[in-house]
């Protein structure tokens, strides 16, 4: 079965760096888009990024544009996120994501907390 598995949340201060990965199994990993999606307490969830089966085209959210970048390995079935310059609103529950034959499957979610 597909699983999506989400790793390299924390705690960084305003202005810092983190990369996110998330380790896919159960499908042919590079015959699908991959992308993040995030979810702040109280706010629905929202797209932040998308990467084409073999790294390209990207595509991000207005407000990420610029500071994040989403790559993929498909050696490894990896997808990261690597997020810079990093603000409070940035503080959300991010969540890997890719579109099977009939819905979307999504990993359980890594934490990422943006605080002084």
């Known amino acids: 079965q597909v699983q999506l598995v989400e790793s390299g949340g924390g705690l960084v201060q305003p202005g810092g760096s983190l990369r996110i990965s998330c380790t896919a199994s159960g499908f042919t990993f590079n015959r699908n888009a991959m992308s993040w999606y995030r979810q702040a307490p109280g706010k629905q969830r929202e797209l932040v990024a998308t990467?084409?089966?073999?790294?390209?085209?990207?595509n991000y959210a207005d407000s990420v544009n610029g500071r994040f970048t989403i790559s993929r390995d498909n050696a490894k079935n990896t997808v990261n996120l690597q997020m810079n310059s990093l603000k409070t609103e940035d503080t959300a529950v991010y969540y890997c994501?890719?579109?099977?034959?009939?819905?979307?499957?999504w990993g359980q979610g890594t934490q990422v907390t943006v605080s002084s």
């Open positions: 994501n890719t579109m099977g034959p009939e819905r979307p499957y």
């Open positions: 990467i084409g089966r073999f790294g390209g085209p990207t």
